[in-house]
């Protein structure tokens, strides 16, 4: 018998009802929420990024591809990477269906890793997507947006995520392996992921995940907004959905996989 509480169908449209006015309240704050990213001031952009994609070598005002609004979603894919972040992979299997749209909206979209172009596009190839993916390689794109961090700055506790000052990185998360996790156990979320990219604690952590948007006025690049960590649930597709489902997300660790490792056990 179930332990959750029941009552009859007028006891819960009466409850849905105080729900509703309570939803209603979100998408109105949610809706002024939008409009205050938009009135952020734009930051010019000077630096000459180079990005590797599949038409070749591009600036950052070529991946406009003609529009006046660009979205980047930061990928955590580093060089180091033998696959890329399981989460992010999570978030891509969204990305195929929107694009089009976007596109149709004068709003261009592309994800961008550290990882080499030949790297992504096997991945790709592998999750079976579509979307633009480029590659940073050595430019400072993805330190200068705050989605990549030096071995040094992890150390002494002078990485700046998520607009804050992280501590130290723990002693025993620097340099464990794949195969000293395997046979110590799980040390938590973090180590599990970073074992299914192939690599260490540290160096996983060093990547992260982000959205940045640009606008392209009158031939010049701007800077207008990025988020990062819980500010990108909103991207994250399956979690809107069980939001909705009747467990929520009812989750016991780490419990996504690529869309391909499904049922391997």
């Given at each position: 018998?179930?332990?959750?509480?029941?009552?009859?169908?007028?006891?819960?449209?009466?409850?849905?009802?105080?729900?509703?006015?309570?939803?209603?309240?979100?998408?109105?704050?949610s809706d002024e929420l939008a409009r205050?990213?938009?009135?952020?001031?734009?930051?010019?952009?000077?630096?000459?990024?180079?990005?590797?994609?599949?038409?070749?070598?591009?600036?950052?005002?070529?991946?406009?591809?003609?529009r006046s609004q660009l979205l980047v979603y930061h990928f955590m894919f580093g060089p180091d990477y033998t696959a890329g972040c399981p989460s992010c992979s999570s978030i891509a299997d969204g990305f195929n269906g929107i694009v089009v749209h976007l596109e149709n909206h004068d709003v261009a979209f592309t994800a961008v890793s550290r990882a080499p172009l030949e790297k992504l596009t096997a991945y790709k190839r592998r999750m079976g997507w579509s979307f633009p993916w480029a590659s940073s390689n050595d430019?400072?794109?993805?330190?200068?947006?705050?989605?990549?961090?030096?071995?040094?700055?992890?150390?002494?506790?002078?990485?700046?995520?998520?607009?804050?000052?992280?501590?130290?990185?723990?002693?025993?998360?620097?340099?464990?392996?794949?195969?000293?996790?395997?046979?110590?156990?799980?040390?938590?979320?973090?180590?599990?992921?970073?074992?299914?990219?192939?690599?260490?604690?540290?160096?996983?952590?060093?990547d992260r995940p982000g959205l940045s948007a640009f606008v392209l006025d009158d031939g010049v690049v701007y800077h207008s907004y990025s988020s990062y960590a819980r500010g990108l649930d909103g991207i994250w597709g399956m979690y809107q959905w069980l939001d909705r489902a009747p467990l929520g997300r009812n989750e016991n660790g780490v419990w996504w996989r690529r869309n391909d490792e499904y049922g391997q056990g």
């Open positions: 018998m179930t332990e959750h509480r029941t009552g009859t169908r007028e006891e819960w449209l009466k409850a849905r009802l105080q729900l509703l006015e309570a939803e209603k309240e979100l998408t109105r704050r205050q990213r938009q009135a952020l001031p734009w930051v010019r952009i000077d630096k000459d990024y180079r990005f590797e994609t599949d038409a070749g070598s591009a600036s950052l005002k070529e991946l406009f591809q003609g430019s400072d794109f993805n330190r200068d947006f705050s989605v990549w961090f030096t071995a040094d700055e992890q150390r002494e506790g002078r990485i700046e995520y998520n607009f804050r000052r992280e501590p130290p990185a723990p002693e025993p998360l620097a340099g464990k392996t794949v195969q000293e996790w395997q046979l110590r156990g799980s040390e938590g979320p973090v180590a599990q992921i970073a074992a299914m990219t192939g690599t260490d604690v540290a160096t996983y952590t060093r």
